[in-house]
């Protein structure tokens, strides 16, 4: 159900949004809003629900699609599935938001943008009329405790296998043992536990030699050392390569392990560690990890914590209750965008929403300066 008042209108629904975006969206001029500013964009292709834009913005997680229709200013909130060549992208939309424009008299010129059919500026003074800016909002509010339900759910199983059979033939092409791990319960085997303990990825280059050149990227030799005392490798193996695979760094529900008969430069490393990003996005891509598709507005932020509304949605709500480890992804004004975990502190219901407070967990210098700019 959309919500509606005098000024906004939201759908949520896929598949009205669906009929608005066959109708109105595939032949139509778009902007591309970014905080104050308008980029033109075109649609190029469109399959059910996800829509294919070109562009030539940098890379970012989500799209506000922009379209002037008779008395709405009309806006396709996407999310980014894919970036694709020669500056396209694949965006699946989330919600449609429909805007009554508020008449503000003002002496900005607003540019006129080009038009598909290559129509020119003609200069033309108009009434500027106010762009959309981005609020605080939080977006794919997920649980920890749903990643197991996910990852062992037996419908899904067959899709994993087929894709670590994928990403098994990709890596045995540069090393001869490939062990692709994904966790599907609460439990962790002793390789996770010690990636989760350090929160670093294992690049020994040689069994025979300290490597702690790069000591803060990597597993400390001596941390790898004791764990080799318990976890032998197999004969003939002197070097290896393991990568965590997680959900925004945070939630760790697996990892790739290839190991070698011979030494190994850096370099091998940074293409495992790519190969394990590309496992991570087709992990999220297929569906195959939770998701919510629920848009939260923040009411509430501070340095260890935020409070939103979650809109009632049972199906969704069912996964929540307070004590809960969660991970959000915060959306702050300028494009900034930053992922979170925290513990849900108290759930209110209110009569259309529920109000989360959420206290941060192990925040990071990188997001702890990224809050310190909106306090």
């Known amino acids: 159900m959309g919500e509606m008042s005098e000024e906004l209108k939201i759908l949520r629904d896929s598949e009205k949004i669906a009929r608005v975006v066959e109708k109105m969206f595939i032949q139509s001029t778009l902007l591309l809003m970014e905080e104050d500013d308008e980029y033109p964009v075109s649609v190029v292709g469109y399959e059910q629900p996800k829509l294919r834009i070109r562009h030539d913005r940098p890379e970012g997680r989500s799209r506000a699609l922009f379209l002037d229709h008779a008395d709405y200013d009309v806006f396709l909130n996407c999310r980014v599935v894919e970036r694709a060549p020669e500056n396209e992208e694949i965006v699946e939309p989330e919600t449609l938001e429909f805007r009554r424009p508020k008449q503000i008299r003002s002496k900005q010129i607003r540019q ?3 038009s ?3 129509r020119q500026e003609q200069g033309i003074q108009e009434q500027a009329r106010p762009v959309k800016t981005v609020e605080f909002q939080v977006h794919n509010c997920v649980a920890f405790k749903d990643f197991p339900v996910y990852l062992g759910d037996k419908r899904y199983i067959e899709h994993q296998n087929t894709l670590l059979k994928k990403y098994t033939e990709r890596l045995n092409k540069i090393a001869p043992v490939v062990n692709l791990h994904i966790r599907r319960s609460t439990l962790m085997d002793n390789r996770l536990k010690l990636l989760s303990r350090l929160r670093r990825p294992i690049f020994a280059p040689s069994f025979s030699s300290s490597f702690d050149w790069d000591f803060g990227r990597f597993v400390h030799f001596n941390e790898f050392r004791k764990f080799m ?4 490798p197999p004969e003939g193996i002197v070097a290896e390569i393991t990568e965590p695979v997680s959900y925004r760094n945070i939630y760790l529900y697996g990892y790739v392990l290839v190991q070698f008969e011979n030494e190994i430069e850096i370099a091998l490393y940074d293409e495992v560690s790519g190969i ?7 992990f999220e891509k297929g569906g195959l990890l939770p998701r919510n598709p629920e848009i939260c507005d923040l009411t509430d932020i501070r340095r260890n914590g935020v409070d939103f ?3 009632d949605n049972y199906k969704i709500m069912q996964s929540f209750i307070p004590g809960d480890y969660i991970i959000l992804d915060i959306r702050f004004p300028a494009g900034n965008e930053g992922a979170f975990s925290g513990v849900i502190r108290n759930i209110k219901s209110l009569e259309k929403s529920h ?3 959420v206290d941060f967990s192990d925040l990071t210098d990188e997001q702890k300066e990224l809050l310190e700019r909106y306090m």
């Open 355 to 357: 109000r989360f407070s």
């Open 229 to 232: 005392n318990v976890e032998r």
């Open 116 to 118: 598909k059919q290559g």
């Open 309 to 311: 509304l979650h809109p």
């Open 276 to 282: 394990a990003r590309d496992l991570q996005r087709d």
């Open 112 to 114: 006129q943008i080009q």
